[in-house]
């Protein structure tokens, strides 16, 4: 078994950004409460983060009677007054006292909010200081999941399903300046990768993967990755179809924060698609945050290998 510890990327008590659309917290039933009911357990009692949520979030969140007594809670203004333009800046604080080390965004993509300077800032710079950036439902089951195993929490066993990649596709999609370290990442993490039912891939990408498969499996006569198009040829549009069409449950997207880039409505495309199906997609955006995932699961896996 390998001994519970953070990754180097999360702290063990992290201090987490939290805000929602208004469509995730608008009913009882809504992603933000179903989510904490099934988390609270272990924030307070394994997790114990800092909450820093924005105003509507909080408000919605007592109304609940969720987190109540809970003490580290700190309470940002609403959208409007600039909650959300302050986790931005928390992302990029140097004073880990106030800085975020994680952001969680339940987006619904059809709010206008969620296309606000701050909203697509906010994912951005947690791009670009290796934080986890989480937008959908099942993106956060999943981080909570393992973060609380990696802290000495016993897996949760409902939550098995999740990790059963033996069921599920991943897609693979890095931009240029990105794709030595796509390449690095897999073959690094090889096995995690081999134990999905499918990949897919955007073009150029595809390619390098079944490169590196060919070295790796050398008995192996089909191609490890199903290369799609290129990103702006359409291949953006290609896994978004699959992500509603529920043919594929996790995005690992290498993305480069600092180029401006031609095809950026395929890239919304497919970041809406996945948003849109928030309960049945899972997206990783940076390198840190994907080498802290694929630790974590090594670690769940480590405690009980029928679990990953």
């Given at each position: 078994m390998i001994p519970a510890s953070p990754t180097p990327f999360t702290p063990a008590h992290p201090r987490i950004g939290l805000a929602a659309n208004r469509l995730h917290h608008d009913t009882p039933d809504a992603a933000l409460f179903r989510l904490l009911r099934e988390i609270e357990p272990r924030l307070r009692e394994t997790l114990r983060p800092t909450l820093l949520i924005v105003g509507r979030t909080f408000d919605a969140i007592e109304r609940e009677g969720l987190l109540a007594g809970y003490e580290a809670i700190q309470r940002l203004p609403y959208g409007r007054e600039g909650g959300l333009m302050r986790l931005v800046a928390r992302a990029v604080d140097p004073d880990p006292?106030?800085?975020?080390?994680?952001?969680?965004?339940?987006?619904?993509?059809?709010?206008?909010?969620?296309?606000?300077?701050?909203?697509?800032?906010?994912?951005?710079?947690?791009?670009?200081?290796?934080?986890?950036?989480?937008?959908?439902?099942?993106?956060?089951?999943?981080?909570?999941?393992?973060?609380?195993?990696?802290?000495?929490?016993?897996?949760?066993?409902?939550?098995?399903?999740?990790?059963?990649?033996?069921?599920?596709?991943?897609?693979l999609v890095a931009h240029d300046a990105r794709k030595t370290e796509m390449v690095e990442l897999v073959r690094e993490h090889f096995e995690v990768f081999d134990r999905f039912a499918s990949r897919v891939a955007t073009g150029t990408t595809g390619g390098l993967l079944n490169e590196l498969a060919r070295k790796l499996r050398p008995e192996r006569s089909t191609p490890w990755v199903r290369a799609l198009k290129s990103g702006p040829l359409g291949g953006d549009a290609q896994i978004a179809e699959l992500l509603l069409d529920g043919a594929c449950q996790r995005v690992l997207f290498l993305e480069d924060p600092h180029v401006a880039r031609q095809h950026e409505a395929d890239i919304q495309l497919l970041e809406r698609a996945a948003r849109t199906m928030s309960e049945r997609v899972a997206c990783y955006g940076d390198l840190a945050s994907a080498r802290a995932w694929l630790a974590d699961l090594d670690r769940r896996a480590a405690i009980s290998p029928a679990r990953c």
């Open positions: 006292e106030a800085a975020i080390d994680m952001a969680i965004y339940l987006i619904d993509p059809v709010d206008p909010s969620s296309t606000f300077p701050e909203a697509v800032a906010l994912k951005r710079q947690c791009i670009i200081h290796g934080k986890p950036f989480v937008s959908t439902l099942l993106g956060a089951r999943e981080w909570f999941e393992l973060r609380a195993v990696a802290t000495g929490a016993p897996p949760n066993p409902a939550l098995d399903p999740l990790f059963d990649f033996g069921s599920q596709s991943i897609a």
